[in-house]
């Protein structure tokens, strides 16, 4: 799939090598290398040279830039700066001074020893409403054996509830045994359900918050941790909590 599903790689090495003590880069181009003014070649450098940074963790190079594989997301079809660091500073980049590491940015290497953890759940799936969205299609999913749900919610996580109960669809859901993550449909600045009540009905009905998290974290994030033996409470403190610098704790001004 080239370039097209490289988000969903990097996010998923990210978890799967948690506490990996060397750079893992990943990288592709939005053109073939035989191709005379292809990406390919620069992307490829800028690969190697991070590569031998020492700086541990998983990480994506395209265009000169450097992003934490967890935080990376294709944001351009045609550009040859199709990806972008989501909600998370890059890491390096690459100027005419060469390439600048920015290492305070690097997460720092989990106290664990390394050993790669590669069991995961494919049943998860992605639900982006419209207006007018069937609450029933939370209930059609849960019957075909999906075991988690991230939904890309209105503004800043709202759901309808009322005549177009989305909120109690959420609920019935989690009910059945059914993992459900909230967060944004808006790619930057993260969710806060607590701030309006269509949010607030959702977190009652037991689903569980992405705040910053990217779409393609929060789905590989949920496929590794059903892939593990945990209680639903397990796996809701798993979720919630910050591994691979995926999250950022939430923002504090909504509680004023």
């Known amino acids: 799939h080239g370039t097209d ?10 978890f799967m090598l948690w506490g990996v003590p060397v750079p893992v880069v990943i990288t592709g181009s939005q053109l073939s290398i035989s191709h005379p003014v292809a990406d390919a070649m620069e992307n490829c450098r800028a690969a190697i040279h991070m590569a031998n940074s020492r700086c541990p963790g998983v990480f994506v190079a395209f265009n000169r830039k450097i992003m934490l594989g967890v935080r ?7 550009s040859f700066d199709a990806f972008d660091s989501i909600n ?9 001074f060469g390439m600048r590491i920015r290492r305070e940015l690097i997460p720092k290497r989990a106290a664990v020893r390394f050993r790669s953890d590669t069991s995961y759940c494919q049943q998860v799936m992605v639900v982006k ?3 007018g969205t069937p609450p029933e299609i939370f209930d059609m999913l849960a019957d075909m054996g999906c075991r988690g749900i991230v939904v890309e919610a209105f503004g800043l996580g709202g759901l309808p509830f009322g005549e177009n109960d989305l909120c109690g ?5 989690v009910k059945r045994g059914v993992a459900v993550a909230i967060g944004s449909q808006c790619r930057y600045d993260g969710s806060s359900l607590e701030v309006y009540e269509t949010g607030r009905k959702a977190l009652e009905a037991g689903a569980m918050e992405m705040y910053d998290m990217t779409t393609e974290a929060a789905v590989t994030k949920l496929m590794w941790l059903l892939g593990k033996d945990l209680t ?15 999250v950022t704790p939430p923002l504090k001004q909504w509680e004023q």
């Open 72 to 78: 990376a997301s294709k944001v351009r079809t045609m």
């Open 88 to 96: 998370y500073p890059d890491v390096a980049e690459i100027n005419a």
């Open 232 to 246: 639903m409470e397990e796996l809701r403190e798993k979720f919630g909590e910050n591994l691979v610098n995926e």
């Open 129 to 131: 409403p419209v207006p």
């Open 5 to 14: 599903t490289m988000a969903y790689t990097a996010s998923m090495l990210s």
């Open 169 to 173: 669809a959420v609920g019935r859901t």
